[in-house]
C-alpha cells in the first residue's frame, strides 16, 4: 500500500512538471509581446531596463526557466504584468470563487444525476425512464448561456426572484471567505449560475449511473440478494447502487477539470469572478505568469482528484484492492 502511494506521488510530480514545462514553453510561443504589457516604449531606455529586471524579463528564456522552476517549487510564482499584483494572491481569490460555484452546481448535478439514474435503471423502458431521457439530452444539449439567460429573464427580470449577479452587493465586499458565506445575499445570487452549472452536466452522471446499474442488475450476487427475500429498495441501494457508483466517481473527477474552466460563460453571465474568466483574461493579455498559474492550479487539482478516485475504488467496491502492484 504504502510502496503503490510513494509511487503514484512520483507519477504525479512527474506530470506536473511536464505541464509546467509546456505551459512555459506555450505561452511564449503566442503571438504579441509580452514586455508591452509591462513597459511603455514611450519610458526612459533605463526605465525600461530596470522594469524589465524586475520582472525577469532581460535575461535568456532558459534563464527564465530555471527561475520559474524554482518559484514554482517555493510557490512564489511571481507578479502579474497588468497589475502587478502577487499570482498567489490573484488566484487564491478567483480559485474560492469558482470551488465555489463549481462545488454546488457538481454536488446538484451528482445528486440528481445518481439518484434519477438508479430511478431510471430500476423502471427501465418505462415512461419515466425515456422521460428522464430525453430531458437530460435537452439539458447537455443546451448552451449554458441560453439556460442562465432564460433563467435570468424569467427568474430576476420578471419575477424578480433572486438577484441579477455578481457575488455580493456593490460596496459590501466580505474580508475573507467565512464572512462571504454567512452573507445571505450571497447565497441568493449563487442559486441561478448553480442551476444553469447543474442542468448541463445533468445527463452525463444520470445516463453513465443508469447504464452501470442495468450492467449491475443483471449480476449473480444481485440475483441472489433477490433470491434471500430482500426488499427491493435494499437490493437495489445497497447492493446494486454502490457497484455502479465506480463509473461515477471517476467520471466525477474528470467533469472538476471541465467545470473549473469551462464555467467562462457561466461566470461572465452572472458577472462571477473566478478562475474561467482569470483563464481567457491573462491569456488574452500575454500576462504569462498569472495565466501559468491558473492553468497550472486546474492541473493540480484534475491530478489530485484522480489520485484520491483510485482509494475511493476500495471502499465502494470491496473486490477492488490497492496494492504495490497497483489497482487490482
Known amino acids: 500500500m504504502l510502496e503503490y502511494v510513494l509511487r503514484r506521488l512520483l507519477y504525479m510530480l512527474i506530470t506536473l512538471f511536464a505541464v509546467a514545462s509546456i505551459l512555459f514553453l506555450l505561452f511564449r510561443m503566442l503571438p504579441g509581446e509580452a514586455t508591452l504589457q509591462v513597459i511603455s516604449p514611450a519610458m526612459d531606455e533605463a526605465v525600461q531596463q530596470r522594469m524589465k529586471a524586475a520582472f525577469g524579463l532581460d535575461k535568456p528564456v532558459w534563464h527564465q526557466y530555471l527561475i520559474y522552476l524554482k518559484n514554482l517549487v517555493s510557490l512564489e510564482w511571481g507578479r502579474s504584468f497588468v497589475s502587478a499584483q502577487e499570482v498567489t494572491a490573484i488566484i487564491s481569490y478567483r480559485f474560492w470563487n469558482t470551488l465555489l460555484l463549481m462545488a454546488s452546481g457538481l454536488c446538484m448535478t451528482l445528486t440528481l444525476g445518481i439518484g434519477f439514474g438508479i430511478v431510471m435503471a430500476w423502471k427501465r423502458n418505462s415512461p419515466l425512464d425515456v422521460a428522464g431521457t430525453v430531458i437530460g439530452l435537452i439539458f447537455q444539449a443546451a448552451p449554458p448561456f441560453i439556460t442562465g439567460l432564460l433563467l435570468l429573464m424569467i427568474m430576476s427580470y420578471r419575477l424578480g426572484l433572486f438577484p441579477t449577479g455578481g457575488m455580493y452587493p456593490p460596496g459590501e465586499r466580505p474580508e475573507n471567505l467565512i464572512g462571504l458565506l454567512l452573507m445571505p445575499a450571497f447565497w441568493e445570487r449563487i442559486v441561478l449560475p448553480t442551476i444553469t452549472v447543474g442542468m448541463y452536466y445533468l445527463a452525463t452522471p444520470m445516463l453513465v449511473m443508469r447504464d452501470s446499474m ?42 472538476v477539470g471541465f467545470a473549473v474552466g469551462g464555467q467562462v460563460v457561466v461566470e461572465s453571465l452572472f458577472s462571477w469572478p473566478g478562475m474561467g474568466q482569470l483563464m481567457v483574461e491573462s491569456a488574452a493579455s500575454h500576462d504569462y505568469p498569472v495565466a501559468q498559474g491558473t492553468f497550472l ?32
Open 214 to 255: 442495468l450492467e449491475v442488475l443483471g449480476s449473480d450476487y444481485i440475483e441472489l440478494a433477490r433470491a434471500k427475500g430482500l426488499k427491493p429498495s435494499t437490493v437495489m441501494f445497497r447492493h446494486a447502487a454502490r457497484n455502479a457508483l465506480l463509473g461515477v466517481v471517476t467520471l466525477a473527477s474528470i467533469m
Open 297 to 328: 492550479m486546474l492541473a493540480i487539482l484534475v491530478i489530485g482528484l484522480n489520485f484520491l478516485t483510485d482509494f475511493l475504488y476500495s471502499y465502494l467496491d470491496p473486490r477492488i484492492t490497492v496494492s504495490s502492484e497497483g489497482i487490482k
